[in-house]
Each structure stands twice: as structure tokens, then as C-alpha cells.
């Protein structure tokens, strides 16, 4: 018996350091590289959604402020017809959302405005790379996390051009390269060709996310600003299809039946609730 006792230690060592190693491999393969070991928390992926109860402001914006603009951003600002917040009107158009019965809305949110829209998003973590997936018209957006550097001159894009790198257990996003057709939220904060956004992503507890994000536009603000995003698990919940076009037939149909385009309201891919898997 103390025989086969002894054997069986040196055996069971050799399971463990095996183990050790195929774990480690996995990781690796699975994104996990780079991470402080025992920490899965720092899994990022999942699918989200929106977590602000009680803040009327957080259906529009990132912040209850309005931030100090320059010349340039007040302008711009006051030239916007937001469909929703304080300044909504019956005749917006917003590029998302018009409400005027007779544009469909179908071009990108931007970041970071894509969050304020009321629909899912997927995160899937990779080696040297992580891919938010949104439900909102199915925008992708890549985050490369394998060390490259901006583009010195990079093209002008709706989405911009994502780098990101981990410290500790947060993702933090850098992305320049924005054109200036986008707002920063649904209330009509503009930006311009020389937007920088930070991101800086979370996981406090295995259910809910968290999003903190710095604005830094010299040309449109006179100071960078930060406003956040909370947002919890649907761990049974996959992305839906959205087909944007739909809300032209939508919109007719609606003006059809009432005679009368009553705004500010939604398109009913807009309002649509998520639902569970069956």
C-alpha cells in the first residue's frame, strides 16, 4: 500500500504540470494572453445591455452637462434638429432618427453614440483583437489590441480607427480617425474631424460593464469631458437581425394612417424590445 501511495505522488505531480501547461496553451489560443493569471473577470465577452435606471438624460446623452464649446461647436450645436432631449423637434434630422416621415435614417451612429442606441451589443474577445457586434443595423467595430499604432494619416471613417491595450482588468480604447458627419449622442453634441474618444472597459461583477469615456475635440470643445455607459449581461440572449430600409415602410405606413407625422417618435425598429432565446 505505501508503495503504490509513493508512486502515485510523482504520477499525480506529472497530471498537474500537464494540466498547467494545457491551460496556459488555451488561454493563449482563447485571447486570454497578456492577462494576470486568476482573474476571469477580465472576460470581456458577452452580450449587453443597457443598465442607467432613473436617469432621464441617459436615453440621449452620456452626461447631464452640457459641455463648454468653442465658436465653432456652439454653432454646430445649434444648428442640429435632435429627435430626442431637450432640444428635440418635430422636424429633426438627425441622420439616425429623422423624424420627418421622409428620410430613412440608415447611416452609422459613430462613437461613442452607437451605446445611447437602445439595442444590444456583442463583445467578442480574440488574440489581438476584440469585435464589438451591434444589433443597431448590424455596425461591427475592431479594436486592435496586437500593438500596432494609429495610422499616420488615417482615413476619415464614421467608426474611426480603433487601437486598445489592457491594464489590469480594463480594456482601454483609443480612437482617432473620425470624419465630422457623426454627433457624440442623440441630443445633437457635434464633433469634428479631430475627435479623439477614450474608452475604458470593465467588468466590476460577472453581470454588468462598465463604459468610461473621455471626449477630447479642440476644434469643438474648450476642455476634454467624460460621461459613462453601465450595461448588464444577457447571458441567454443572442444578436438580432435589423434591416434599417424597413423604417421607410414604416414611416409611410404611419403617415398613411394618421395623415400626420407626430414627432419626436421613434421608428419601430427603435422601440423594439429584446427578447430572450426561446
Not at 19 to 48: M, Y
Not at 104 to 112: D, H, Y
Amino acid at each position: 500500500m505505501r508503495n503504490r501511495f509513493a508512486v502515485s505522488i510523482p504520477a499525480l505531480a506529472t497530471v498537474l504540470v500537464l494540466s498547467s501547461v494545457l491551460h496556459a496553451q488555451t488561454a493563449g489560443q482563447s485571447g486570454a494572453a497578456k492577462r494576470p493569471a486568476g482573474t476571469p473577470s477580465l472576460d470581456l465577452s458577452g452580450v449587453w445591455e443597457a443598465n442607467m435606471p432613473g436617469l432621464p438624460w441617459a436615453t440621449y446623452s452620456f452626461s447631464p452637462n452640457i459641455p463648454p464649446m468653442t465658436s465653432w461647436g456652439k454653432q454646430r450645436y445649434l444648428s442640429a434638429k435632435p429627435s430626442y432631449g431637450p432640444r428635440a423637434v418635430d422636424d429633426s434630422t438627425d441622420y439616425v432618427n429623422p423624424t420627418t416621415g421622409k428620410d430613412v435614417g440608415c447611416l452609422p451612429p459613430g462613437v461613442p453614440r452607437i451605446y445611447i442606441q437602445p439595442f444590444l451589443f456583442e463583445i467578442v474577445e480574440s488574440p489581438g483583437r476584440v469585435i464589438q457586434l451591434f444589433e443597431f443595423d448590424h455596425h461591427m467595430r475592431q479594436i486592435f489590441t496586437d500593438g500596432r499604432q494609429h495610422p499616420k494619416d488615417p482615413d476619415l471613417t464614421w467608426m474611426g480607427h480603433s487601437i486598445g491595450r489592457y491594464e489590469g482588468d480594463t480594456l482601454v480604447i483609443d480612437t482617432i480617425g473620425f470624419n465630422d458627419k457623426t454627433w457624440i449622442d442623440r441630443g445633437g453634441l457635434p464633433h469634428s474631424d479631430q475627435l479623439h474618444v477614450i474608452e475604458r472597459i470593465r467588468r466590476p461583477s460577472s453581470d454588468a460593464l462598465e463604459i468610461n469615456i473621455t471626449i477630447d475635440d479642440p476644434k469643438t470643445y474648450t476642455k476634454t469631458w467624460s460621461g459613462y455607459r453601465n450595461f448588464k449581461l444577457r447571458p441567454t440572449w443572442n444578436i438580432e437581425e435589423f434591416i434599417c430600409a424597413d423604417n421607410a415602410d414604416y414611416n409611410e405606413e404611419f403617415i398613411n394612417k394618421s395623415g400626420a407625422y407626430n414627432s419626436p417618435k421613434p421608428s419601430k425598429q427603435q422601440t423594439k424590445p429584446a427578447k430572450p432565446n426561446k
